[in-house]
């Protein structure tokens, strides 16, 4: 079992930075493949950002490219999103999540739910115009 909390959230204005912090506990950290997903009102949750358990690897959606970085401190058991030049449709509660699938390639490793086993509770991102 892992468990999964997310941190960082908050109210910023549009072009401001901040960042998300998800401290996992419970299994070896390095061994699972984390990603980060938001979900807007009355939208469906989607993919942001994810990463391999060394770090060597990343994964991003096409809307934040660019502007948000994922990364992660194994000795600290904590995954980040550093989330750039934000956006008031970067609104959204923000979750983390960990999966330990070995073979896997790109979007088919990181950016489909199903695959993930455990989540966060999630963290609110609120960006003003």
């Known amino acids: 079992q892992v468990q999964l909390v997310e941190s960082g959230g908050g109210l910023v204005q549009a072009g401001d930075s901040l960042r998300l912090g998800c401290t996992a506990s419970?299994?070896?950290?390095?061994?699972?493949?984390m990603g980060w997903f938001r979900q807007a009102p009355g939208k469906e949750r989607e993919f942001v950002a994810g990463?391999?358990?060394?770090?060597?690897?990343?994964f991003y959606a096409d809307s934040v490219k660019g502007r948000f970085t994922i990364s992660r401190d194994n000795a600290k058991n904590t995954v980040y999103l550093q989330m750039n030049s934000l956006k008031p449709e970067d609104t959204a509660v923000y979750y983390c999540?960990?999966?330990?699938?070995?073979?896997?390639?790109?979007?088919?490793?990181?950016?489909?739910?199903?695959?993930?086993?455990?989540w966060g509770q999630g963290t609110q991102v609120t960006v003003s115009s």
């Open positions: 999540a960990a999966h330990s699938r070995a073979y896997c390639i790109g979007y088919g490793c990181y950016g489909v739910i199903s695959l993930y086993e455990y």
């Open positions: 419970g299994r070896t950290f390095s061994n699972y493949r």
């Open positions: 990463i391999s358990g060394s770090g060597s690897s990343t």
